[in-house]
Nanobody, 124 residues
């Protein structure tokens, strides 16, 4: 069982930066691919970024590439999402998740453990 707790969300203005953190419990973190997803009101949850267990390989959604960066610290059981140049369309609840199956790091159903989410609101 993996428990995930996100933090770092808030209300910011367009162009600002935020760093989200996700603290994981358990002893399997360092062998688990982790992902960030987001869900805006009235929309489906969508992929944002993922990082391999070692941290060497990352993938980012096209809508955030060049602005967001996923990283992890296995010594701290924590995954991060650095968000720069935020836009109003980035407003959403952001969730971290642990991948448990499949090869596709973008596919939401490959993730089984989810945090409670943290709200990010970007004003124009």
């Amino acid at each position: 069982q993996v428990q995930l707790v996100e933090s770092g969300g808030g209300l910011v203005q367009a162009g600002d930066s935020l760093r989200l953190s996700c603290a994981a419990s358990g002893n399997t973190f360092s062998s688990t691919t982790m992902g960030w997803f987001r869900q805006a009101p009235g929309k489906e949850r969508e992929f944002v970024a993922a990082i391999s267990a070692s941290g060497i390989n990352t993938v980012h959604a096209g809508s955030v590439k060049g602005r967001f960066t996923i990283s992890r610290d296995n010594a701290k059981n924590t995954v991060y999402l650095q968000m720069n140049s935020l836009k109003p369309e980035d407003t959403a609840v952001y969730y971290c998740a642990a991948k448990v199956s499949g090869a596709d790091n973008v596919y939401i159903l490959n993730y089984a453990y989810w945090g409670q989410g943290t709200q990010v609101t970007v004003s124009s």
